[in-house]
């Protein structure tokens, strides 16, 4: 196929390097003259994805159109705060019934909407896709064998993303649980946040183990509220997601929240781990659902907090410790 990817950051590049491989024609779009103009000459993305070598066969442009025109599937690739701007000036050069696959995990800011949602929004001719779980483009793009989901309310639409992305080390499952998929990989990088804070307090494994835990069931709650799976939530895309961003030193969002246990601001956290942090970004919008749907989000409450109000990441550790007592689900409990 003819395969667009917008976006030329770590995680376009590490699949513009599968796809190519794939046997696809693939042409990576970015914004950023001078980005397209390193990929080019050095053939890597050597600020964000140093080491791995772009095939000769994966082409490069900063012009929509060029990247669009012949394009059967596009790949939505830039951060999530950017997915709106980028389809609305993609949007006239997508075909109608071209397959818009999002890799963006994030909720939007103030309108708390999805990516595949503003996908729809912004490119209504297109057919909604989204690929999640737990992928870092550092370990994708040296070929280190990774399992994730497609998924599309289009069951052909997620079959041809299977078909297209899946090869002998990156393995794609298929899902209809559209919503169930972009909530876990939106809400785990908050949880991820939460988990890189509590190691930058120097706590141990008991705690983080604790926190993941009680995070995926905050997960879990809004999930089904929402209308999604719980099998969505304990799988690819929700429980396996959590545990790689939550544990991996690939992890920018674990990495941020290291920083800002040990005491930097979100600002400063970002600055130095120098990629988007999307779980500063899906934080607000997290509690906010949480909010609506009247789901019950302690952790996610604590970190918008920290990051948003200056509250004492130690004394929020200390305040989750001391909640009233509960069940530890409300499914399970006692006849009398």
């Known amino acids: 196929m003819n395969v667009g990817i917008l976006g030329a950051g770590s995680w376009g590049t590490a699949l513009s390097i599968l796809l190519s491989g794939n046997g696809h024609n693939v042409t990576v779009w970015s914004i950023d003259p001078e980005e397209i103009l390193m990929l080019k000459d050095?053939?890597?993305?050597?600020?964000?994805?140093?080491?791995?070598?772009?095939?000769?066969?994966?082409?490069?442009?900063?012009d929509l159109e060029t990247a669009l025109k012949d394009a059967e599937l596009?790949?939505?690739?830039?951060p999530s705060t950017f997915?709106?701007?980028?389809?609305?000036?993609?949007?006239?050069?997508?075909?109608?019934?071209?397959i818009v696959v999002d890799v963006a995990k994030g909720i939007e800011d103030k309108t708390?909407?999805?990516?595949?949602?503003?996908?729809e929004e912004e490119c209504p001719q297109a057919r909604s896709g989204i690929l999640s779980g737990p992928s870092h483009a550092e370990e994708v793009g040296r070929g280190i064998p990774t399992t994730v989901v497609a998924g599309s309310k289009d069951?052909?639409?997620?079959?041809?993303?299977?078909?297209?992305?899946?090869?002998?080390?990156?393995?794609?499952y298929t899902s209809s649980d559209v919503?169930?998929?972009?909530?876990?990989?939106?809400?785990?990088?908050?949880?991820?946040?939460?988990?890189?804070?509590v190691d930058g307090l120097g706590y141990g494994d008991n705690t983080k183990a604790a926190l993941m835990t009680r995070g995926i069931a905050e997960i879990s709650r809004l999930v089904t509220a929402m209308g999604g799976n719980i099998e969505t939530v304990a799988g690819l895309s929700g429980i396996g997601d959590l545990i790689v961003t939550c544990t991996s030193k690939h992890s920018r969002n674990h990495n941020a929240?290291?920083?800002?246990?040990?005491?930097?601001?979100?600002h400063e956290a970002m600055?130095?781990?120098?990629?988007?942090?999307e779980g500063v970004y899906s934080a607000k919008a997290a509690a906010e659902l949480g909010s609506r749907y009247n789901v019950s989000m302690p952790i996610v409450e604590s970190v918008n907090r920290v990051l948003f109000e200056d509250a004492n990441a130690k004394e929020e550790a200390l305040g989750l410790l001391l909640r009233d007592r509960t069940l530890e689900s409300d499914s399970v409990g006692w006849e009398s």
């Open 179 to 197: 919503i169930g998929i972009e909530l876990g990989g939106s809400l785990k990088n908050v949880i991820a946040l939460a988990a890189g804070i």
């Open 155 to 172: 069951r052909t639409v997620a079959e041809t993303i299977q078909d297209v992305f899946m090869n002998e080390y990156f393995r794609v």
């Open 83 to 98: 997915v709106r701007t980028t389809m609305k000036n993609a949007s006239a050069y997508i075909k109608a019934g071209t």
């Open 74 to 78: 596009v790949v939505c690739a830039v």
């Open 271 to 277: 600055d130095e781990v120098k990629m988007v942090v």
């Open 112 to 119: 708390y909407k999805t990516m595949t949602k503003i996908i």
């Open 257 to 266: 929240g290291v920083l800002i246990g040990q005491g930097k601001n979100y």
């Open 42 to 62: 050095y053939r890597e993305q050597r600020f964000k994805l140093p080491g791995v070598i772009i095939p000769s066969t994966v082409q490069f442009t900063i």
